[in-house]
């Protein structure tokens, strides 16, 4: 994992992955080069 990295742990019903795919979407948009990926559990 770099620095430009960010993983987000999210439940699998849909309300969370909605809330987390918003995070992921706003600090990818204010971080440009930021890779974060989402970790359904």
């Known amino acids: 994992m770099s620095s430009r990295e960010i993983r987000i742990a999210t439940?699998?019903?849909a309300l969370a992955l909605w809330q987390a795919?918003?995070?992921k979407a706003r600090l990818?948009?204010?971080h440009p080069g930021l890779?974060?990926?989402l970790?359904?559990?």
């Open 21 to 23: 795919e918003y995070v």
């Open 35 to 37: 890779l974060v990926t």
């Open 39 to 41: 970790v359904p559990m």
């Open 28 to 30: 990818e948009q204010a």
């Open 11 to 13: 439940r699998k019903s």
